[in-house]
């Protein structure tokens, strides 16, 4: 097969192992710099062009599309789909992912556990909101936040007046959240490639930190999750339309509560903690369900 690895970065981790991963198993790899590709949109014959030529003969498309290009990025994935070229997770799918208010009001449409939350644009009544998620202790986030940065523990209803208020005042969206305590700091990342778990960590934040990023200084080990756990972060996957997905969930009292789907799921973290050919899996997957005129939504909302 011919597959296109959609990714601004060829040389991180996971731009090299599907590469590497594709090569081993056969294919044709090729890094597309996903910023650089050019887009005939009027043409009946929709193309994709790259240093000047039109890219032709792909069978599969791997979207790495970084928080920051959402935009441009799903465009590109969108134009490949009306090529009919197939692409491992479709441009909707991303999109929905990508958007935080979105994607948690799907996953609560479906009954998937979630942390109690409220968002805010700009209001007045701020007491209200915080009622909204039973008070204090409350986690506010930023809406267009990664990696930890902008998700503030606010222990105290002062403490959590002013962060909304600060935020608001920015005129930021923000999403204002039940804390969990019992997750004790961490949290778990299920990798999920088709309909099973292939992997999964456990992620833990260091002494005095709430948020178990790695990029914050959290460190991750293997974790053996409950059926529960890996049906819920099939079922959020499904929800979203993805097909491949990073399920970040919380273990809460109240069961497994789903944080975040990240549809470009890092591999560097959930290979070298479990030792698993996770790209491998990736490659196997594209070989058995690539198909042309296959996108489900072939680009439409
Ligand atoms: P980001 O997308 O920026 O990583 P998250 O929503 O995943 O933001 O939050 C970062 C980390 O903070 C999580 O991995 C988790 O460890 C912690 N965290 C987030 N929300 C809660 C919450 N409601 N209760 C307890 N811990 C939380």
């Known amino acids: 097969m011919k597959i296109g690895i959609l990714s601004r970065e060829p040389k991180s981790f996971s731009t090299q192992r599907l590469e590497e991963a594709a090569i081993a198993r056969g294919h044709e790899a ?22 000047g030529q039109r890219l032709e003969g792909f069978d599969a498309i791997i979207p790495r599309i970084g928080a920051s290009i959402t935009f441009y990025g799903t465009a590109v994935v969108r134009q490949f789909e009306m090529m009919g070229v197939y692409t491992l997770n479709e441009s909707v799918a991303i999109s929905r992912s990508r958007d935080k208010l979105r994607a948690l009001q799907l996953l609560s449409r479906h009954d998937i ?3 109690t939350t409220g968002f805010a644009n700009a209001t007045d009544d701020i007491t209200d909101l915080i009622q909204l998620v039973q008070g204090a202790p409350l986690v506010v986030k930023l809406l267009e936040g990664s990696q930890g940065r902008g998700v503030v523990l606010a222990e105290t209803q002062q403490a959590a007046e002013s962060v909304i208020d600060a935020f608001t ?10 804390y969990i305590p019992e997750a004790g700091g961490s949290d778990i990342r299920c990798f999920v490639v088709g309909d099973k778990v292939v992997a999964a960590m456990k992620r833990q934040a ?30 959020a996957t499904r929800i979203l339309g993805l097909n491949i997905a990073g399920v970040d969930i919380l273990r809460s009292n109240q069961g497994p509560m789903v944080l975040e789907v990240n549809s470009s799921p890092g591999l560097e973290g959930i290979e070298t903690t479990t030792h698993k050919d996770i790209a491998g899996t ?5 070989e058995q369900h690539a198909k042309p005129n296959h996108s489900k939504t ?4």
Do not use: D, W
């Not at 920015?170 to 039940?178: E, G, H, P, S, T």
């Not at 072939?298 to 909302?301: A, D, L, S």
């Open 282 to 286: 990736i490659i196997e997957f594209i």
């Open 206 to 235: 260091p002494e005095g930190e709430f948020r178990s990023n790695l990029h914050r200084g959290g460190h991750a080990e293997m974790i053996k999750i409950t059926p529960e756990e890996r049906k819920t972060a099939v079922r």
């Open 169 to 178: 005042g920015l005129k930021a969206n923000i999403l204002v959240q039940q």
């Open 113 to 115: 556990g979630l942390p």
């Open 30 to 51: 090729h890094v597309i710099n996903t910023l650089r590709c050019y887009m005939n949109i009027s043409s009946k014959h929709p193309s994709v062009h790259y240093q």
């Open 298 to 301: 072939k680009g439409k909302g």
